[in-house]
């Protein structure tokens, strides 16, 4: 059920994937190059195993690009600065069987080894985001894995992620506006709890509440809203 999960949750990011001037094209808007979607690599060559899908296909092909307008006022986190700030909002780093995923990625996330690059690359592209809605799905389910059932817990300090989700209890509309404020840094609007409040009912239906707050946490940590500035 989890490659169900992460399907819904990257079809629902658009509520939260807005940032400064742009946002994330729906497949088939205009990249700028007479076509739909399209990738930079060619289709069958993968540019690592991490891109390797169903059937060894390519997950970057047919991807649809990233349309951003006045793109270069659209500036995301660099290396560092994402990396420590995934770290701040949810305790955890991003490791993947004792393996630091981080230094494993550093390139791909636009970060500078000071050998072959000498400067971060922020701006956005496909690859980019792709490894971090990875990035953030690994990440969300550590912390949920790492908080359920805990007497005392730091980022659901509310709700234990372990108990079943009641949509229209108070107590569980204070920890979304929690995690939206620690996230982000500012109190939630009403629209964006409603759709937090909805995202969290659906995916608990689909696999249970660690896996709903899984998709929350998810589809806020790859948002261009936690990852612009």
Request: hydrophobic share 40%; with cysteine; glycine share 10%.
């Amino acid at each position: 059920m989890q490659t169900q999960t992460k399907s819904i949750v990257v079809g629902l990011l658009s509520l939260f994937l807005l940032g400064c001037d742009g946002r994330i094209n729906s497949a088939g808007g205009d990249d700028g190059g007479g076509g739909g979607g399209g990738s930079d690599t060619d289709a069958g060559t993968p540019i690592n195993q991490d891109l390797v899908g169903a059937g060894d296909r390519d997950l970057l092909a047919d991807w649809p690009s990233i349309n951003l307008p006045f793109s270069d006022n659209t500036k995301m986190l660099n290396f560092v600065q994402l990396r420590n700030e995934v770290q701040r909002a949810t305790t955890m780093t991003w490791v993947d069987q004792g393996v630091d995923q981080w230094t494993a990625n550093q390139s791909i996330l636009g970060g500078a080894d000071f050998v072959e690059s000498w400067q971060y690359d922020i701006s956005p592209n496909q690859q980019k985001m792709l490894t971090i809605r990875r990035m953030a799905f690994r990440v969300c389910g550590d912390l949920v894995a790492s908080e359920q059932g805990q007497a005392t817990r730091t980022v659901f300090g509310v709700v234990d992620p372990a108990v079943a989700i009641d949509a229209g209890a108070a107590s569980t509309q204070e920890q979304v506006r929690a995690l939206f404020k620690r996230f982000f840094f500012e109190e939630i609007e009403d629209q964006a709890l409603t759709d937090s409040l909805s995202l969290l009912s659906d995916l608990q239906g689909l696999d249970g509440q660690e896996e709903a707050w899984r998709g929350l946490c998810t589809a806020y940590l790859s948002s261009m809203r936690f990852l612009s500035y």
